[in-house]
């Protein structure tokens, strides 16, 4: 399966996502005007992914700002990670956000208490 490579905008992140090694990606700000012109893509090949997955699944997420629309969309995504995950698939998310970012912390908390799955919060400075 071909990697999933996205390049980062002013208002969408950079999507790296690598089905040989399991590692996937998503870093900076996501603010598209229309979410599931963006989103939907990334859902599309995890479906494809999941067909034959990684020994180890790890998604590190790395945004700066998350708007309500790219919200629901994550959601959406780590929906279809809990749901391999729980019919047993080694699946680790790691959610990053900056020292004093108050509300990437909560939003990372807030994934984190609706998954009930292997949810990293990692504080950078």
Known sequence: MEK??????????????????????????????????????????LGGYFKSPAEK?????TLDYVNSGSSKYLLGIFRVLKKHYSEGLNIEINWYYEEDDEAIESLGGHYLSILQMPFNMKEYI
């Open 57 to 61: 699944t790890i998604f590190n997420v």
């Open 4 to 45: 999933l490579i996205i390049g980062k905008t002013q208002n969408t992140p950079a999507v790296s996502f690598d089905a040989d090694s399991g590692v996937f990606s998503i870093e900076g700000r996501s603010i598209p005007e229309n979410p599931g012109d963006f989103y939907d893509p990334i859902l599309n090949w």
